[in-house]
């Protein structure tokens, strides 16, 4: 299987971007950095006959930190890339949206996330729309226009199909090392791409992090982000991590807030902490790309595809952040507004993934890195199902077997792969 990619990728958020711009003044485009924001940017710009201001643009970041009213009083739409290397912008399009609240005036990026900087905070709240671009889906990658997390809330059993999975093991390892970084992914060698991983992490700890916050100890920014890698796909311990870090904890905190904020790590909210009382309410925790989660636990493929149980044990928690990740892409262009988080009991029975949609409906995913399915493995689901009643529509175990069945009332077990599996675009590459 060929992953390189070798044309512009089509991001289906490109078409919800429009759809809010119908509704909402300001729209802001959140992302890591280099996952296309300002792609989509300039082909905005183009189909409207606008122009853009880069503000990773020396020239154009003095121009704006001189006058940002002058830019922000700009005809509509006003569309402006890195917002946050001028804070002080949003104060002035807060102000002109004071005289004028027609939708579509702003569109705003930002590689940090929107909120995390004191400047920024709550400016325009009740004004803008908020939108994550984040590394690439694998529909998006191969030329599938999913449907997985619409069907889990609308009609789970028709996530049955009788034609069996072709992706075998290798093929699904490969996935989750590569990731969906676009650069990543133009990298035509093992070497290559971690080289590129290795300069993306200090570009973003570098820059954007200390754009941030006043860090004292940045040079151990790097091995706390090593020791959260460490717990991707597990429960968040801070503790554990500012011991191995050697930090105290209240920095290793602040520390952990600055990573996510930079969209490096995301912590899952635990959901349905009001079914019982012994259901626990610590986040779960995910880098926010296997690929980059993969390089910084040192798991190639080859490493991989060996059998020792320690190595088995950490792709199970990679194959859990990558289906976490690959859900939550398709929630961000879903036309249902719809919340996720993680389920667990404290006496240990968990669900990987909760996802409960506007109308109170709710469905459910279970990661199995394993080739088939028990009863007992189902059980998690099962719980859920029984505490929630009507209001649960369906669960699924994804696993990497090659057959999709119904197993019981609203539960079933499909492949990974189930996940980008249908409807086929006609075209999804323009060429370079």
């Known amino acids: 299987m060929a992953m390189t990619l070798a044309g ?13 711009m119908r509704d909402a003044p300001v729209v802001l485009v959140n992302g890591p950095r280099t996952v ?22 020396v020239a154009t970041w003095e121009a704006v930190q001189a006058d940002p009213a002058l830019f922000a009083s700009a005809p509509s739409p006003v569309l402006i890339d890195e917002y946050q290397h001028v804070p002080e912008l949003l104060s002035a399009i807060k102000a002109e949206l004071n005289r004028d609240l027609r939708p579509g005036r702003y569109v705003l990026t930002g590689s940090t996330r929107y909120g995390s900087l004191p400047q920024v905070a709550r400016v325009l709240t009740g004004r803008v729309h908020v939108l994550d671009l984040l590394p690439l889906s694998q529909g998006e990658i191969g030329g599938t226009a999913e449907v997985f997390v619409d069907q889990l809330l609308e009609h789970p059993a028709g996530l049955v199909t009788a034609v069996p999975s072709a992706t075998g093991r290798d093929e699904y390892v490969q996935r989750v090392v590569w990731g969906g970084f676009p ?28 754009e941030l916050s006043r860090v004292r100890k940045r040079a151990q920014l790097p091995q706390l982000l090593r020791r959260l890698a460490s717990q991707t796909g597990q429960a968040m311990n801070l503790a554990e991590a500012a011991r191995a870090a050697e930090l105290d904890r209240s920095t290793t905190e602040r520390y952990a807030a600055l990573l996510e904020a930079v969209f490096l790590i995301r912590r899952l909210p635990a959901w349905g902490t009001t079914l019982a009382a012994r259901v626990g309410n610590n986040p779960k925790l995910h880098i926010v790309d296997s690929g980059l989660a993969a390089w910084l636990l040192g798991l190639t493929e080859r490493k991989l595809a060996g059998r020792e149980p320690a190595v088995l044990t950490e792709f199970g928690h990679l194959l859990e952040t990558f289906v976490v990740g690959e859900v939550i892409k398709q929630t961000g262009w879903s036309q249902r507004l719809i919340e996720v988080g993680h389920f667990r009991t404290r006496d240990g029975i968990e669900v990987d993934l909760v996802l409960e949609a506007d109308d109170g409906s709710v469905a459910a995913v279970e990661v199995k890195a394993s080739s088939r399915v028990t009863g007992r493995d189902l059980a998690p689901l099962r719980l859920l199902r029984d505490k929630l009643g009507q209001r649960f529509v369906g669960g699924v175990a994804l696993y990497l077997g090659a057959r999709s069945y119904t197993y019981d009332d609203r539960l079933h077990v499909a ?10 675009l006609v075209s999804q590459h323009t060429p370079d």
């Not at 512009?8 to 809010?20: G, I």
């Not at 650069?183 to 200390?210: C, G, N, P, Q, T």
Request: charged letters at 35%; aromatic letters at 6%; proline letters at 1%.
């Open 415 to 424: 492949p990974v792969d189930t996940l980008w599996r249908h409807e086929t």
């Open 36 to 57: 296309g924001k300002s792609t989509m940017l300039a082909a905005l710009a183009g189909s409207m006959g606008a122009t853009v201001i880069d503000l990773d643009d």
């Open 183 to 210: 650069l990543a992914l133009r990298s035509f060698s093992d070497d290559a791409r971690a080289r590129w991983l290795r300069d993306y992490v200090d570009l973003v700890i570098s820059k954007d992090v200390v």
């Open 8 to 20: 512009t990728v089509e991001r289906r958020l490109e078409r919800v971007l429009r759809e809010r």
